[in-house]
């Protein structure tokens, strides 16, 4: 699934081709790309038309168009990609693809925005709006590292109380957003921190360098167009991103690690898979029974 990089690279793609001009005909595909629009696609494709793309917004995994309507009340046409939709800006004479969703047409005549998504995860849904500008329905999602209104100082505070596994304290998207399992084990990787360390073993200044590494690889990511494994994910254009090729930790299983040497281990994770290296991110020691020792793990040096 793609995470904050990817998605901010697709909605960059939107700003540049598709705000500031008018939807005049809006068309969505079968029952999936508009489940989560209750009144169904034909509803949905009314209410977009005539609209005027103001802006394309981000948070996190998710991405969205603030449309503004001829009246001037403005609503968010909220899209979510899934495991393999696709955002693309396509003359409109070119080849209709095999799993094409959605189609928007534009006043201008110019470029059409499709919507592509060949496994049909992903889908598009009218939201209100917040103050901020943020559609209702996601309105529980956190702000990510790269938002102005991240407070990373909150969110270590909120870490540090948690017994949970590191890791997943990162995947938990009301805690902070964008962070998917790619960036999670590179950012453990630069932090030389494994992911079944408990957030409440870590000190503070700990976790708040996780969270710079976090933000860290992610900002170099997105300047290299995101991270792609197949052709499924790509830009408005359809080209894919390549920091592929840069990853430490992530699909890396018995590569050297590139700062020590030792073969890179893959583990099970919540229905997924964790890449670490033995050495730089060393498996937390099991905790103690109850009443015989010290419940918190204390940090080493490599660690913190």
Known sequence: MPELPEVEVVRRGLADHVTGRVIETAEFRGVRVARRHLPGAADLAERVAGNHVESARRRGKYLWLVLRAPDGSRQALLA????????????????????????????DAGPELRFVDQRTFGGMALSELTEDLIPETIAHIAPDPLEAAFDQGAVVRRMKLRDSAVKRALLDQTLVSGIGNIYADEALWRAQVHGERTCSSL??????????????????????????????????????????????????????????????????????????????????????????????LQDTPSQT
């Open 80 to 107: 979510h990609l899934g495991m393999s939709g696709q955002l693309l800006v396509e003359d409109p004479a070119a080849p209709q693809e095999k799993h094409l969703h959605a189609r928007f047409e534009f006043a």
């Open 203 to 296: 000190t503070k200044p700990a976790l708040a360098r996780l969270l710079d590494h976090a933000r860290e690889v992610m900002l170099e990511a997105l300047g290299e167009g995101g991270t792609s494994f197949d052709a499924l994910y790509v830009n408005v254009n359809g080209a894919s991103g390549y920091f592929d090729r840069s990853l430490h930790a992530y699909g890396q299983e018995g590569r050297p690690c590139d700062r020590c040497g030792t073969p890179i281990r893959r583990e099970a994770f919540m229905n997924r898979s964790s890449f670490s290296c033995p050495r730089c991110q060393p498996r937390p020691r099991p905790r103690p029974p109850r009443g015989r020792g010290p419940e918190r």
